[in-house]
């Protein structure tokens, strides 16, 4: 065992929660610019230009070796893609995983996206 709980305080929780909430405001910043013809690439490179200029960092970057600021997944694929020059397509969908450090504290998000018309 030898693992124990941190009980966070009440600044911390505040802390974790602008981590949280900007996590949020980077994949909304990212639902801009999802459409047919955008690449996975261009979407990582808006996502970590935007925590950066927020006062933080890519949560994911650099963590275990992963080399990117999202993780996607588009269509058929298991979680936590890597992002590259893969372009989305119309009727696609696309998981995208987010995560941000801030203050000494992480925040982090997944949300699956529809590219374009998705038929049921």
Known sequence: MGRSVNILGEEEIALVRESSLLVGRTLAEVARHIAPGASTAD???????????????????????????????????????????????????ASIDCGVLMNGFYGDSAYTFRIGEVKP
Request: glycine share 14%.
């Open 43 to 93: 979407l990582d490179r808006i996502a970590e230009e935007f925590i950066r200029d927020h006062g933080a960092v890519p949560g994911f970057k650099g963590l275990y070796g992963c080399p990117s600021t999202l993780l996607i997944s588009v269509d058929h694929e298991v979680v936590h893609g890597l992002p590259g020059e893969r372009v989305l397509e119309d009727g696609s969908v």
